[in-house]
C-alpha cells in the first residue's frame, strides 16, 4: 500500500518557469489538500479538494492552481515560477470530505526558485 | 491573531521526563490534530481528537472543549522522541496548523 505518493522530493526552478507537483493516493480517500512550510511558520493550507470535481483555495492560494479530475490524482500547478515559493511542499489526504479523521501526508517536495 | 497557538515553541528535557505540549485554539475549531515532523521532513498524524482523551503507547492527548485547550504529553520520553510536534485544528474543510513545538530529548 503506498499511501501518499509525492513526486518529484526536489526540484529547483528558474525565475518564470512552470511545473506540476504530483501528488496521488491509493486509499480512496475524498479529502486532499496542499500546504507549504516555510521557517518560522506553521504549514499553511494552499488549496484543498473534498472530492473529485471539487476544488477550493485555502489560505494562500496566489501563484498556484490544481485541478481533481480524479479522486486519486491531486496535482498543483506553478504557472510562472517566483522566489517567493520558495518552500518544502506537502501533499495530504483523508478518508472523508472534510479533515475530521487522520491525514496521511506525502514526503514533502523541496522547491528551490532562483 | 493565528486560530491555533503552541507553547512551548522549543522544548528541551531529559530521558525519562514527563512532557507536555499544549494547544490552543479559537471558536470554529471542531476538532484538533496532532502531528508529528520527523527530523527527516516526514510527517505522520498521531490523534485526531474533538473530546476527552486518546492514549496510543507513551503519547496522550487531551482536549478540553469549553476552554478550547489541548495538550500532548510524553510519558517515559527518549531520545527517539525527539521531534517537531505540530497541532491542527479543523475547521469546516480547513485545517489551520500551529507553529509547531521543536522537542529534544537528550540521553
Known amino acids: 500500500n503506498a499511501g501518499v505518493t509525492q513526486t518529484p522530493k526536489f526540484q529547483v526552478l528558474k525565475t518564470g518557469q512552470s511545473m506540476t507537483l504530483q501528488c496521488a493516493q491509493d486509499?480512496?480517500?475524498?479529502?486532499m489538500s496542499w500546504y507549504r512550510q516555510d521557517p518560522g511558520m506553521g504549514l499553511r493550507l494552499i488549496h484543498y479538494?473534498?472530492?473529485?470535481?471539487?476544488?477550493d483555495q485555502g489560505e494562500v492560494p496566489n501563484g498556484y492552481n490544481v485541478s481533481r479530475s480524479t479522486t486519486e490524482d491531486f496535482p498543483l500547478r506553478l504557472l510562472s515560477a517566483a522566489p517567493s515559493q520558495t518552500s518544502v511542499y506537502f501533499c495530504?489526504?483523508?478518508?472523508?470530505?472534510?479533515?475530521?479523521?487522520?491525514?496521511?501526508f506525502g514526503a514533502g517536495t523541496r522547491l528551490s526558485v532562483l | 491573531k493565528n486560530e491555533v497557538e503552541q507553547s512551548p515553541q522549543n522544548l528541551t528535557a531529559q530521558e525519562g521526563e514527563f512532557i507536555t505540549i499544549n494547544c490552543s485554539y479559537s471558536?470554529?475549531?471542531?476538532?484538533l490534530h496532532w502531528l508529528q515532523q520527523h527530523p527527516g521532513g516526514g510527517i505522520v498524524s498521531l490523534f485526531m481528537?474533538?473530546?476527552g482523551k486518546k492514549k496510543h503507547g507513551r503519547l496522550i492527548a487531551t482536549i478540553n472543549i469549553q476552554e478550547k485547550h489541548s495538550s500532548l504529553h510524553i510519558t517515559a520520553s527518549h531520545p527517539r522522541d525527539s521531534a517537531v510536534y505540530i497541532c491542527?485544528?479543523?475547521?469546516?474543510?480547513?485545517?489551520?496548523f500551529g507553529e509547531g513545538t521543536q522537542l529534544t530529548v537528550n540521553p
Open positions: 495530504a489526504s483523508s478518508y472523508t470530505g472534510a479533515p475530521l479523521n487522520i491525514q496521511y
Open positions: 486509499m480512496n480517500h475524498e479529502y
Open positions: 479538494s473534498v472530492g473529485a470535481g471539487i476544488t
Open positions: 471558536v470554529g475549531i471542531s476538532a
Open positions: 481528537l474533538s473530546s
Open positions: 491542527a485544528g479543523t475547521s469546516g474543510s480547513r485545517l489551520t
